[in-house]
Structures are given as structure tokens and as C-alpha cells.
């Protein structure tokens, strides 16, 4: 089982990037996802998070408004459509899955680096 996250790259203030996190070896019918991101010498933020079957979706306070999380189910694929982008948006970003209902999240991405210049 496996996550890819990609998507990242440079953007200036005020663009817009689409993260797609690409699942293999396994569905995950309804259980909750997310994508977290992290800057170096903080802790790990909660960006947005949504079930496989495109339910559920939610956001962190900092990008409410700005990011939008959907699902494509015959793709197996979560995307995170970025907009308004600041340069408070800049670190390595993370998808992850739970498997099962209540859990914690179990299987990660390897992160994909968005960097948004000023």
C-alpha cells in the first residue's frame, strides 16, 4: 500500500497549485484521509482532510477559504486544490490515510515540497 503525493513546485504570492495524493495496492473505501503539512522547526499542521468516497471534507483555520479537497474514487486519487496562496503556505506537504474508523493515521506519503515566494 502506497501513497504518492505530488503537485508541489514555486509559486508566487497569490497563485494557485494542485496536490494530488495517487493511492496504490489497496482502496479505502470511506475512511478519512488528510494532508498535513510540515515546516522545519514546527510542528506538523492539519491542512484539510476528506473520506476516500469524497465525504466529509474539512480544513484547517489557516487555508479555510482557500483550499479545496476532493476525491476521485475511479482514480483512487485525493486532490488539494490550492488558491491565494502566501508565502505562510511554503513547506513539504503530506498526504496520509487512516484504515480503519477511529484510528490514527497509518500510512503516509513522502511529502511533496509547495514553496510560495513573496
Request: contains cysteine; hydrophobic residues 35%; positive net charge.
Amino acid at each position: 500500500v502506497q501513497l504518492q503525493a505530488s503537485g508541489g513546485g514555486l509559486v508566487q504570492a497569490g497563485g494557485s497549485l494542485r496536490l494530488s495524493c495517487a493511492a496504490s495496492g489497496r482502496t479505502f473505501g470511506s475512511y478519512p484521509m488528510g494532508w498535513f503539512r510540515q515546516v522545519p522547526g514546527k510542528e506538523r499542521e492539519f491542512v484539510a482532510g476528506i473520506r476516500w468516497n469524497g465525504a466529509a471534507p474539512k480544513y484547517g483555520d489557516s487555508v479555510k477559504g482557500r483550499f479545496t479537497i476532493s476525491a476521485d474514487r475511479a482514480k483512487n486519487t485525493v486532490y488539494l486544490q490550492m488558491s491565494s496562496l502566501t508565502p505562510d503556505d511554503t513547506a513539504v506537504y503530506y498526504c496520509a490515510t487512516q484504515t480503519a474508523y477511529g484510528g490514527a493515521y497509518t500510512t503516509w506519503g513522502q511529502g511533496t515540497l509547495v514553496t510560495v515566494s513573496s
